[in-house]
Nanobody, 123 residues
């Protein structure tokens, strides 16, 4: 059974930093794209960042570009999201996801999802 487990969320002040991790188990995702998405109350799920299978290609949502970095460690089957210069509007549940493709920026092509981790940015 496939599991994606996010960790690292929490409460942080505006301007601060936070690092999220997502550990996958039950399947080897070393050949798969992985990504981070987020959802705020009353809003749809939003694309944050994706990374291709070998970590050499990344893509970021416009709202976070320049403030976050996605990376992965295939030996650990883990993907990371480092976030800085956080804003209150970054408050959301952050979800890790994995795709069956080697690279994709299309949310619908991510079929494996974690339960999410809450990030709250106070002003």
């Amino acid at each position: 059974q496939v599991h994606l487990v996010e960790s690292g969320g929490g409460l942080v002040q505006a301007g601060g930093s936070l690092s999220l991790s997502c550990a996958a188990s039950g399947r080897d995702f070393s050949n798969s794209a992985m990504g981070w998405f987020r959802q705020s109350p009353g809003k749809g799920r939003e694309f944050v960042a994706v990374i291709n299978w070998n970590g050499r290609s990344t893509n970021y949502g416009d709202s976070v570009k320049g403030r976050v970095t996605i990376s992965r460690d295939n030996a650990k089957n883990t993907v990371y999201l480092r976030m800085g210069s956080l804003k209150p509007e970054d408050t959301a549940v952050y979800y890790c996801a994995a795709s069956g493709l080697s690279y994709s920026v299309v949310m619908a092509e991510y079929g494996y999802w974690g339960q999410g981790t809450q990030v709250t940015v106070s002003s």
